[in-house]
Nanobody, 129 residues
């Protein structure tokens, strides 16, 4: 499995960015595709996730109402539309894939980084204060 994140950059507060995560190497039926971020000196945190089959979405409280996750199954790509960016959104954003599990639900797994077996390289998002 390969996950290729792109779309980061340097933007001003209030601007928008769209991150993309191109997934390859297998079919992703039953997977959760998620975005996590890590700011300098801080631990990695959950941002958003989407279930591959049904498109159920999850968001961290810090981004709810500003970020939108979506997927294009035909292109095997997950997007993170980020609007109204703030300085505190500055971080390296990574996409990840969580395999299907019969024992643990989407609700349980989606925000736990240890439930994600596959990780892409990060893309830097910088929003100066």
């Amino acid at each position: 499995v390969q996950l290729q994140a792109s779309g980061g950059g340097l933007v001003q507060a209030g601007d928008s960015l769209r991150l993309s995560c191109a997934a390859s190497g297998r079919t992703f039926s039953g997977y959760i595709l998620g975005w996590f971020r890590q700011a300098p000196g801080k631990e990695r945190e959950f941002v958003s996730a989407i279930t591959w089959n049904s498109g159920i979405t999850y968001y961290a409280d810090a981004v709810k109402g500003r970020f939108t996750i979506s997927r294009d199954n035909a292109k095997n790509t997950v997007y993170l539309q980020m609007n109204s960016l703030k300085a505190e959104d500055t971080a390296i954003y990574s996409c990840a894939a969580s395999p299907p599990s019969s024992a643990r639900s989407f609700s349980y797994r989606h925000s736990r980084s240890n439930e994600y077996d596959y990780w892409g390289q990060g893309t830097q998002v910088t929003v100066p204060a």
